[in-house]
């Protein structure tokens, strides 16, 4: 199995070009089986593709003793395949918000961080189908469309995900052929998350229901969406300075052009105005769009405005004005 194992994945880091001769690679290490089978994996494949490692463990303190535990683990785990390991301590504290959320962009920031300060090429993460599955269904769930149900990439921006093709079960098998231990976080069996009760409940129940192949086969349901989401934003790139004029610090769409597209083309394009403007599209909704739509094609001959987070929208005339919304420095 082992052998198989990373014969699929070095097939699979070829096709998707993954990684390139003489990468230097940042892998996020967790202690989890995961991300402890990601660096086994690679560390398999470093003669072979000549990569340089790093590994970056972040401790959140979230689960107490647990946490001091599992980077105890890592720094035994790293020591012992002589690898390079950096640990980042989290101190900070949220009031409100996801706290999920603002772990993640912590972690992620901190990879960036230290990609640049090294001078590395690549980030690695242990994302893996089960973990595309239930980001699946969490987005189902909410309402997303075909952007939000196309889940994670295996390459984005210089983040891969070479184990996108693997389910858990097959990873665990992969580190109990190969005698390796790992962490259990206690937090992840804890069904009051969604993610948790997807992970629990609904995809066992579709297994046993429906198809016991139903990760793969989401798996494969998630690629073509993707597909079919790069279609779109090749649209997007390839028509935007076309139907949308940049104007100081926002942009101008004249209406009339706008009545030709099609709805999903008007949402695609009202988005990537946001994202611009925003630099994301974290509490953009459905509803904005709609609230856009409404504005756009009202009859109404006044001055109509609305706001999304920090953009404003202005109607007016014949053509709709979105641009950031600018504070006003004090005395002025």
Known sequence: M???FIKKLQNYIFQEKLLEQKDKVIIGISGGPDSIGLVLALKKLQLKYLLKLQLVHV?????????NQ?????????????????VIQYSEFLETGNLEEQLRDFRYQKFEEIRKK????????????DDQAETFFMNMLRGSGLQGLSGMLNFSGLIIRPF?????????????????????????????????KIRAKLIPFLEES????????????????????????????????????????????DISKLEKIPIGGKKRLFREIVLRLKGDLRNVSSNNFLEFK?????????????SVANIILI?????????????????S
């Open 210 to 253: 429906f198809d016991s192949k139903i990760r793969e086969k989401l798996g494969k349901l998630v690629s073509n969406l993707q597909d079919e989401n790069q279609l779109v934003n090749f649209w997007v790139k390839q028509n935007f300075e076309n139907l949308v004029e940049r104007k100081g610090n926002g942009f101008i769409w």
């Open 118 to 129: 090294i001078n590395f090429d690549k980030v690695a993460v242990a994302h893996h189908l």
């Open 2 to 4: 082992s052998n198989f």
């Open 59 to 67: 401790n959140y303190h979230q689960r107490g003793e647990e946490s």
């Open 315 to 331: 109607k007016e005339k014949k053509c709709v004005i979105l641009s950031r919304i600018t504070k006003k420095k004090k005395g």
């Open 294 to 306: 409404k504005i756009v094609e009202s009859q109404k001959s006044k001055k109509q405005e609305m």
């Open 70 to 86: 599992d980077e105890k683990f890592v720094r035994d785990f790293a020591e012992k395949n002589e690898l390079e390991l950096k």
């Open 164 to 196: 996108l093709i693997f389910t858990k079960k097959e990873i665990k098998k992969f580190l109990k052929d190969n005698q390796q231990k790992y962490r259990i976080d206690e937090s992840n069996l804890n069904l009051e998350f969604t993610r948790n």
